[in-house]
């Protein structure tokens, strides 16, 4: 009787054995990572790069062609999953991945071979490199803002919803890919979700709460990574705020003023169009550089009326007509400068055309 128990001991090890490697065989994680896992024949595993709720991305070599790619597994095939496939199978999102195959197994489980992005992605590089130069700052700005502006006017139309820097990489040449389109849904379907989509500190308040949502949820969260990024931190601990942008220092006013427009409470008071945002950014922009100049020629005239003033009691009366021409330039460059404030307030104070009754 033990030796029968034994040998169905070692008969159900045998299975066991066997079952495990059909997983491995198929692609399905067991026991951590398999450094040696050879999976559909043609991939050798190689890392674990992230993992959710709904399954995990695994960087691995494709022996066929020579090359790394990224494997992603989802444990439940849903509608979700082809949205996701169609949208990166794409070619005008080149901050997307290429897609190079996808299919679902036997037993549900969803596959998707998409290209490998190399780099780190936008929250570790904060936490590595803290504050980001201005110049940067704009730079991704333009970059988001394009993606939006493509999603969003696209055939169909689309909604990323899961803005946020996990989700973002930074390459080595500095430019921004996006990797996780998990969340994305077409504009009309399915935007008044009975659960929340996203993260918090980056999702937009309507869309946290579970309520209808439209491209001015994308704005919001695309206003939220700008702001960790003109900050030099994430965000995700706490909900950036419109209030919040207005009180840092360190960037130019109207970067500022854009990226407090995303991250308006009210959806009605945001930009309702990615384009609307570029247009903007890149006004603040020069106005910001412009408020650069001025600064910098205050800083000559101050450094010259002190040098005028040293001359004066060194020489006394020789030199009073200079002086007196460098405070008249300061004054006027004061005044200028007053003026433009008062300017760039009116402007914020009025309505944009595209923000009015939408």
């Known amino acids: 009787m033990a030796e029968a128990t034994k040998g169905n001991r070692r008969g159900s090890g045998r299975q066991a054995e066997i079952e495990k490697e ?12 398999c450094q040696a896992c050879i999976w559909f024949d043609r991939y050798e595993i190689r890392e674990i790069l992230g993992e959710g709720g709904m399954g995990r991305v695994y960087l691995a070599m494709d ?22 496939v169609a949208l990166l199978r794409r070619q005008n999102f080149l901050m997307l991945p290429a897609v190079f195959d996808a ?6 489980t969803g596959v998707i071979v998409m290209e490998y992005v190399e780099g780190q992605n936008l929250k570790e590089y904060l936490a ?13 700005g333009l970059q988001l803002g394009e993606f939006l502006k493509r999603l969003h006017s696209g055939n169909p139309k689309v909604l990323y919803r899961d803005l946020k820097p996990e989700n973002i990489m930074v390459q080595p040449d500095k430019t921004l890919r996006l ?15 009975k659960k929340r989509v996203g993260t918090f500190g980056y999702a937009a308040p ?12 994308d704005i919001y969260g695309m206003g939220a990574v700008l702001c960790a990024v003109m900050e030099g931190k994430d965000r995700q601990n706490g909900q950036a705020g419109a209030e919040y942008v207005a009180k840092m220092n360190g960037m130019p006013e109207g970067m500022r003023r854009a990226v407090r427009r995303c991250l308006r409470h009210e959806r009605e008071r945001r930009y309702a169009t990615a384009e609307a945002f570029l247009a903007d ?4 922009k020069r106005a910001g ?3 650069t100049l001025i600064i910098r020629a205050e800083g000559m005239l101050k450094i010259g009326f002190l040098y005028a003033a040293v001359y004066i009691v060194w020489y006394r009366e020789e030199f009073s007509p200079l002086a007196l021409q460098f405070l008249a330039g300061y004054l006027w460059l004061k005044l200028a400068e007053w003026a433009y404030r008062r300017q760039s307030e009116r402007w914020e104070q009025k309505k944009s055309i595209w923000c009015r009754g939408v």
């Open 22 to 33: 059909d997983r491995r065989e198929r692609g399905v994680q067991v026991e951590g990572i």
């Open 63 to 84: 022996m066929r062609l020579g090359r790394p790619v990224a494997i992603k597994i989802l444990e439940q095939v849903t509608e979700q999953f082809q949205e996701e």
């Open 103 to 108: 299919w679902v197994e036997e037993d549900g």
């Open 128 to 140: 590595l490199h803290g504050q980001i130069p201005e110049r940067q700052i704009y730079e991704w």
């Open 179 to 193: 990797v996780d389109v998990g969340a994305a849904v077409r504009l009309g379907e399915g935007l008044c979700g």
């Open 206 to 217: 309507e869309q946290w709460e579970g309520k209808a949502v439209d491209e001015r949820a």
């Open 281 to 284: 950014w890149k006004r603040y």
């Open 289 to 291: 550089r412009s408020r």
